[in-house]
Structure formats: C-alpha cells, structure tokens
C-alpha cells in the first residue's frame, strides 16, 4: 500500500495521500491550506483519487478540498452532520471502496460532533480526537468531554494495537504511532471513570 504523510498549512497539519499501489486509486485525507505539495505527490504517484475524507468540520482540515477535487474529480467525504458541503455523507459503520482500498468509517465525536476515523489497512486516521500522545480539545464550539471519554475509552481502547496511527497534526514526539503504544504511553488514554476523565480534562 503507498502512503504519503505531508506537512500542510500554518499549524503543524498532516495531510494524507494513500492508494492501493502507484497509478492505483486512492483517497487524501484532510487536504489542509495551500495544498500544493498534496497535488504534486497525486500527480507524482500517479493515483487515481477517488475519495477526500475529512474527519471533522474545522477549516484547517478542509481549507484544501475544492483544490484536490478540482484536480482530480474526487468526492468530498464528511460526516453526515458537518456543514462542509460534502458530496457524500457518512456515520459510524458506513464503508467505503477505492478500487481494491477498504476504508471504514467510526463516529468519534468529542472534539466535534462530526469526527470520525477512517480505518483502512493497517491505517486508522484520527484526525483532531487522537494525536502522538495527546487528544484533542473539547471547549472549542461543539466539543464535548462526554463523547470524548466514550470515543477514547470505549472505542481507541478496544482497538487492535497493531493499528499504525495517523494524527491530524504533528504535535508529538513522532509523526506516526500504534493504537498498542499510544494505550500504554499516552496519558489521555489511562482507564478513569467517566467522573475522573471529566475532572482530568477540566484541569487541562
């Protein structure tokens, strides 16, 4: 499987360019501001993009998609309630297929009401709800602690340790990780109560 992480945008974003092989189809995930680097690495790996899959509704994380969609035709991806102007609208369990890639989507609300992952591969892309070390905010508008504790305990916990990681910003001490490493070594995912998760976060 070919997979292309890139730096994009003023604040430390990954953008993702992933296919089945070369001259394969594909998908890009979150296509951040000024996306040129992204349409060199679709052109240069000659990949057939099918799908852009945002995993939540803030402008960073979609600045890119007219671009990439423009360039290659591809629909816009995004949850059923994110207010993107998507192509087409997903939830939790909906799949996807770009030729031979299977990608599956998991409701992860808590940052926003509209995150997800996308898990394809050996792959899960956890955009702002799970970074190296670190998960996402919940004061900003239309976050909420609650669904952060049941995403991060109930769902990444569950999830098989082999999964490789794809955050949707650099702000750990390594660009990628495992779901396996990150329950043994990131501190927003240690078990609590959903009493001492509230408290935990509130001090954050």
Do not use: W
């Amino acid at each position: 499987m070919l997979l292309e992480q890139l730096h994009i945008g003023p604040y430390q974003n990954f953008s993702y360019l992933a296919a089945d092989r070369e001259g394969g189809e594909g998908i890009v995930i979150d296509p951040s501001f000024e996306p040129v680097d992204l349409l060199d690495a679709i052109d240069r790996h000659r990949v057939q993009v099918r799908f852009i899959l945002n995993t939540h509704r803030h402008p960073d994380h979609t600045a890119g998609n007219r671009a990439v969609k423009e360039h290659t035709g591809a629909k816009i991806v995004a949850h059923r309630v994110a207010p993107i102007g998507q192509d087409i609208s997903v939830e939790d369990g909906s799949t996807l297929d770009a030729g031979p890639m299977h990608v599956e989507v998991i409701g992860a609300p808590g940052h926003t009401p509209d995150s997800v992952f996308y898990r394809f591969g050996p792959y899960v892309a956890t955009g702002d709800t799970l970074f190296v070390g670190e998960c996402g905010r919940t004061d900003l508008p239309g976050g909420d602690p609650v669904q952060m504790f049941d995403t991060l305990i109930r769902k990444v916990r569950a999830m098989d340790d082999d999964l490789i990681v794809l955050p949707g910003h650099d702000y750990g001490p390594t660009p990628t990780s495992t779901i396996g490493e990150e329950k043994r070594t990131n501190y927003t995912l240690q078990v609590r109560t959903l009493e001492e998760f509230l408290e935990f976060m509130a001090r954050e």
